[in-house]
């Protein structure tokens, strides 16, 4: 299955903080991040990829709307929310115009903010922007690159990157033949040996031990990512 989002949740109230990041690690799919001010925030950026990103507005060092437009300008380019206690339009345009998704004022029900965020992720998910996790490496479906831990590049192919970006969208054991016309279409002149042989160029790129697939995984009739 797919490895669980990383949210970085930053609020100055702890147990609106804890109650957020426990309630988002009870989903199944998520792990919070937490931090109080904007000092914290702006370490935990720095510590690698995330999904998505709940910022508050008002905090005792600044102003969240501050740092969205930090992360923004550093090419961070996931879905942030904006928590705010404040609910003017004055308020909300200045969030969207930090380079926030959606502004949301306090009080609000889990079960709303939870919506938001699942829908700001379909819709990222299925932009040029996108950007996951695979095993070691960030994979820019875009610029058709995997970027290991140590900064090396890994080029991909057209079909190579189709491949990786419909495995992990689906989060579970694809069989041959739905990847195959997934990735080519319905074209009778292509066969599951074409598949595999990619598959197989893919593992010399991105495995360890190529023969011993621990990312790029064969399940019974189909392949699977492993995160």
Known sequence: MASKKRILLLDDDQMLRNSLAEQLEAEGDYVAVEAGNLAEARARAKEGLY?????????????GRVL?????EAGVSCPI??????????????????????YVAKPFRFAVLMARIHAHLRSHEQSEDAVYRIGP??????AKVLIDQGGKRVRLTEKETNILKFLYRSGETVPREQLLHEVWGYNPAVTTHTLETHIYRLRQKIEPN?????????ETGGYRLVA
Do not use: H, W
């Open 68 to 72: 969205c437009a930090e992360l923004r």
């Open 210 to 218: 190529p023969s011993s697939a621990q990312i790029l995984i064969t």
């Open 137 to 142: 490496y960030t994979f820019r479906p875009s």
């Open 81 to 102: 929310i904006l928590l705010t206690a404040k609910d003017g339009d004055a308020d909300m345009i200045a969030g969207l115009k930090s380079g926030a998704n959606d």
């Open 51 to 63: 999904e998505f990103m709940i910022l508050d507005v008002g905090l005792p060092d600044g102003d």
